[in-house]
């Protein structure tokens, strides 16, 4: 019997204060494959985040209730949790306004396929910064730090 070889997705966190289109952004995703879990603003996105190392791409709203919108919450992820991923989306913005080095920002409305690639960018740019860093060593890495 012959066996296929399953690719291991990573954990993908839907932020999106909308219901409605929560559901729909975390349907597509687990429609891919993705393993998917929601939350419905940047507080409960960050106690998520910290009982659930292994999520590899947040995907987040800009415009939401709470004590962060989904830009704060993305210069959170990079400084807490520097190896996950985000894809931030609006209906209102542009990709050139506060979106983060290496993130990925897609306009609203977004088709299935779209979100999907999204997905998959910020998992590219994760790995190409990882290796990055890797190629540099930690003394590199060390000084990098100790200039902040």
Known sequence: MEQTKKRALPL???VEDEPYVRTASASML???GFEVIEACDADEALRLLSVHPNVGVVFTDVEMP???DGLSL???IHHDWPGIGVVVTSGRY???ESIQDGDVFM???YH???LISGIEESLRRILTRNEQARRRGPSEQFQNISRR
């Open 12 to 14: 993908v966190l839907v």
């Open 30 to 32: 687990e429609d891919a």
């Open 66 to 68: 709470g004590s962060l």
């Open 74 to 76: 993305a210069r959170r």
């Open 94 to 96: 542009g990709s050139s």
């Open 107 to 109: 306009p609203k409305p």
């Open 112 to 114: 299935s396929a779209d």
